[in-house]
């Protein structure tokens, strides 16, 4: 997350486009992680 800023700062729009894509694999899979964790 610390990069996004510095990424748009720079205008490196293929950055952006990778990291967003990142995160929101990661989220996802700590959602899951945390949904099985809780049964």
């Known amino acids: 997350r ?3 800023p510095a990424a748009d700062e720079a205008d490196d ?3 952006l486009d990778l ?3 990142r ?3 990661h989220e ?4 899951m ?3 099985l964790l809780e049964d």
């Open 13 to 15: 729009q293929p950055t």
């Open 28 to 31: 996802k899979t700590a959602w």
């Open 2 to 4: 610390a990069l996004l």
């Open 19 to 21: 990291l967003t894509q």
């Open 33 to 35: 992680l945390r949904s």
């Open 23 to 25: 995160l929101d694999i």
